[in-house]
T-cell receptor
């Protein structure tokens, strides 16, 4: 147990559905991240929130919409996805700032299948 | 040029042997370096981090960093079947981590 909890663990959705992924961290960290992991590819950073402000949006299509209501919670809202969006979506958190090592701890991930 | 490059493997080693994994990175301003282990279908878990040149040992794992050569490695001594996994090298610059594609290690009993 890393202290980062993701729900749901598995999600199957059609291309016209709207769903949300949830991430909660219990580590007192001030930064949270969404990553996408597709087969045989490196982890792709999607979004970064630091102190509840989005600091990075890595050219992610608008059908993915993040939300960070506070430092402990992060959401990824999904709508009109494509089959190529099927992947493992990972949330991570870390403590950032001067003197920190910014070690990222990952949740268990949501395995998403888009039909 | 990829930001972080690793040999994709698979790397097959007999039980009890040393597994050696390599990683190179392109950004000279990178500040710290991480090795994560990922079992099939699971999320990455941190094994080690290193930020100074030289060696850092933790149990059966040793990380080595050479900033001049932009090279970081991981040695796994006395490899066990439970070490069979994909090992991800990650490089930090500010708040951002860049990951390699991973090296898959198989330890033969």
């Amino acid at each position: 147990e890393t202290g980062v909890t993701q729900t749901p663990r598995h999600l199957v959705m059609g291309m016209t559905n709207k769903k949300s992924l949830k991430c909660e961290q219990h580590l007192g960290h001030n930064a949270m991240y969404w990553y996408k992991q597709s087969a045989k590819k490196p982890l792709e950073l999607m979004f970064v929130y630091s102190l509840e402000e989005r600091v990075e949006n890595n050219s992610v299509p608008s059908r993915f919409s993040p939300e960070c209501p506070n430092s402990s919670h992060l959401f990824l809202h999904l709508h009109t996805l494509q089959p190529e969006d099927s992947a493992l979506y990972l949330c991570a958190s870390s403590q950032v700032g001067q003197g920190t090592k910014n070690i990222q701890y990952f949740g268990a991930g949501t395995r998403l299948s888009v039909l | 040029q990829k930001e972080v490059e690793q040999n994709s493997g698979p790397l097959s080693v007999p039980e009890g042997a040393i597994a050696s994994l390599n990683c190179t990175y392109s950004d000279r301003g990178s500040q710290s370096f991480f090795w994560y282990r990922q079992y099939s279908g699971k999320s990455p878990e941190l094994i080690m981090f290193i930020y100074s040149n030289g060696d850092k040992e933790d149990g059966r794992f040793t990380a080595q960093l050479n900033k001049a050569s932009q090279y970081v490695s991981l040695l796994i001594r006395d490899s066990q079947p439970s070490d069979s996994a994909t090992y991800l090298c990650a490089v930090r610059n500010d708040y951002k981590l860049s990951f390699g594609a991973g090296t898959t290690v198989t330890v033969r009993a």
